[in-house]
T-cell receptor, first 110, second 111 residues
Framework: QKEVEQNSGPLSVPEGAIASLNCTYSDRGSQSFFWYRQYSGKSPELIMSIYSNGDKEDGRFTAQLNKASQYVSLLIRDSQPSDSATYLCAVNRHDYKLSFGAGTTVTVRA | AAGVIQSPRHLIKEKRETATLKCYPIPRHDTVYWYQQGPGQDPQFLISFYEKMQSDKGSIPDRFSAQQFSDYHSELNMSSLELGDSALYFC??????????FGPGTRLTVL
C-alpha cells in the first residue's frame, strides 16, 4: 500500500464547475502537505501547501487538512480548461523526501 | 524569480553506457533532491543532499550515485544504463526541509 493514496480519477468536470480532489496518507508523523499540478511531460508545479488543520484558500484553490482523519483535499472552483492536468498530493515528514500519491487526472470540458 | 536549472533537458544513451545529469538549485537553497518518474507513474524519490552531505536515500539503484558540490549544484551519475532507466528525472531544491520546487526535468531515453 502506498503511503499516499489519491482518488484515481480521471475526473471530468464542466468549465465553471468545482473539481474536488482527495488524498489520504498513512504516516501520522507527516507534517507538511502539498498539492502539485503536472502537465504531461512537464515538471510538478506547486499549487498549495498546508501545514495545520483547517482550510487554506489561494485564489480559486482551497486546500483542506484533517490530521486526525489523515486526509487532505483540494477544491478547484470555477474550473478552467487550463486546469486540465494531473494533480499530485505530496506529504513530507519534515525529513528530506516527498512521498507522492499516484495523481488524479482532471479534465475540464469547455 | 530564478528557478531550478537542469541539464541536459534530453539525453539519449545506449544500454550499458553512462550518463550524468546536472542540477543547479534556486539561489540560497541548500537542499537538493532527485526524483525519477516513469511513464504514467508518480515521482519516486531517489536521493537528497543538505549542505553537501547526503541527507536521505530512497529507491536509488547501486548503479547510480550522486553528490552535491560546494556551489550547491548536484550531479546524478548513472552507469550501466538499462532500458528500464528511461524516465523523466527531476531535481528539486529547498531551503532546509521547506517547500520543494522542481526543475524542468531531464528526459533520459535508453536504447
Amino acid at each position: 500500500q502506498k503511503e499516499v493514496e489519491q482518488n484515481s480519477g480521471p475526473l471530468s468536470v464542466p468549465e465553471g464547475a468545482i473539481a474536488s480532489l482527495n488524498c489520504t496518507y498513512s504516516d501520522r508523523g507527516s507534517q507538511s502537505f502539498f498539492w502539485y499540478r503536472q502537465y504531461s511531460g512537464k515538471s510538478p508545479e506547486l499549487i498549495m501547501s498546508i501545514y495545520s488543520n483547517g482550510d487554506k484558500e489561494d485564489g480559486r484553490f482551497t486546500a483542506q487538512l484533517n490530521k486526525a482523519s489523515q486526509y487532505v483535499s483540494l477544491l478547484i472552483r470555477d474550473s478552467q480548461p487550463s486546469d486540465s492536468a494531473t494533480y499530485l498530493c505530496a506529504v513530507n515528514r519534515h525529513d528530506y523526501k516527498l512521498s507522492f500519491g499516484a495523481g488524479t487526472t482532471v479534465t475540464v470540458r469547455a | 524569480a530564478a528557478g531550478v536549472i537542469q541539464s541536459p533537458r534530453h539525453l539519449i544513451k545506449e544500454k550499458r553506457e553512462t550518463a550524468t545529469l546536472k542540477c543547479y538549485p534556486i539561489p540560497r537553497h541548500d537542499t537538493v533532491y532527485w526524483y525519477q518518474q516513469g511513464p504514467g507513474q508518480d515521482p519516486q524519490f531517489l536521493i537528497s543532499f543538505y549542505e553537501k552531505m547526503q541527507s536521505d536515500k530512497g529507491s536509488i539503484p547501486d548503479r547510480f550515485s550522486a553528490q552535491q558540490f560546494s556551489d550547491y549544484h548536484s550531479e546524478l551519475n548513472m552507469s550501466s544504463l538499462e532500458l528500464g532507466d528511461s524516465a523523466l528525472y527531476f531535481c528539486a531544491s529547498s531551503l532546509g526541509t521547506d517547500t520543494q520546487y522542481f526543475g524542468p526535468g531531464t528526459r533520459l531515453t535508453v536504447l
